[in-house]
């Protein structure tokens, strides 16, 4: 069995260009022609009567809503005095460039802001009515991460953190769940769940394999809670020190991640890789869902 261990990487860097998407080709051009607006000291009804475009069209592009098809960009580029090559570059100049980086690098799309009930095209609204202080304090946590080296490992577990403390750390959609599955097989209600009743169900309804032996003979992974293996990685192997209530726990966990369709299951415990914020979370998911059952 291998077992793949990453070095952690600092999360924000400057210098990092990723895949970026239609979404942030839209706000980076909205940032541009808000910025190039605001220098030539024009209002949105002055751009609108030298462009010919309507004032409520290039308010949908300054605020990433709308991306125009070429020949609105000429009449915009003619508009602001600009070339249209520099118009629809991606690169952000002077004060709005730490935005443009943070935007590239991808962050936006691996962060799913919808958690926290923040709406991308809102912030972005935000960082162009003060974009200087906004860079600042984004070239702020640039230099942080490159300082203490911040780890996206470490990025993510302090959001879910936010994330539970937001909720008070009670998620009524996985009680409901937890609820659910008690009644649907018929398990005991307010009572100790023994792993042998939770290890027939991961079975039988899973087809999942479960091994509390042979990790003993890997004594390199003697700190690992369980490890799931096989092509279909549906062998689960525990740690054989386990006691019941032990087992019974990473169980429950595991009918979580099935029972509740969550993606990017965890392949062993404790992580040694994180991927992504949803990996992150769905880990906690199926967590509280085995503390639920």
Excluded: W
């Excluded at 004032?55 to 070339?83: D, Q, R």
């Amino acid at each position: 069995m291998h077992i793949r261990i990453d070095t952690q990487k600092a999360y924000f860097n400057s210098d990092t260009v990723g895949n970026i998407s239609e979404e942030n080709i839209r706000i980076i051009f909205g940032l541009k022609v808000k910025e190039l607006r605001s220098e030539k000291k024009l209002s949105l009804t002055e751009l609108s009567n030298k462009s010919g475009l309507s004032v409520s069209y290039l308010n949908e592009i300054e605020k990433g809503k709308k991306y125009p098809k070429s020949g609105k960009i000429v009449a915009i580029s003619e508009a602001l005095s600009v070339g249209y090559d520099e118009l629809v570059s991606l690169k952000l100049e002077n004060k709005l460039a730490p935005i443009g980086k943070l935007l590239q690098s991808g962050f936006f799309e691996e962060f799913p802001l919808d958690l926290f009930g923040i709406e991308l095209s809102k912030l972005i609204e935000i960082v162009s009515k003060a974009p200087a202080k906004v860079s600042a304090f984004i070239s702020t946590l640039t230099e942080l991460s490159r300082n203490f080296k911040v780890s996206t490992e470490h990025f993510y577990k302090t959001a879910l953190r936010s994330y539970q403390e937001l909720h008070g750390n009670y998620f009524e959609e996985i009680e409901l769940a937890a609820e659910s599955f008690i009644k649907e097989f018929g398990l005991p209600d307010n009572a100790i769940i023994s792993s042998n009743l939770l290890a027939d169900i991961l079975q039988n309804k899973f087809g999942y394999i479960i091994d509390y032996v042979s990790l003993a003979d890997y004594p390199d992974l003697e700190n690992f809670r369980y490890i799931l293996t096989g092509s279909d990685l549906k062998t689960i192997r525990i740690n054989p020190d386990f006691d019941d209530s032990q087992r019974a726990f990473i169980l429950a966990r595991q009918l979580g991640f099935c029972f509740m369709k969550l993606k990017d299951i965890t392949l062993n415990s404790p992580l040694t890789h994180i991927d992504s914020f949803e990996q992150v979370l769905s880990n906690f998911y199926a967590s509280y869902f085995a503390g639920a059952v």
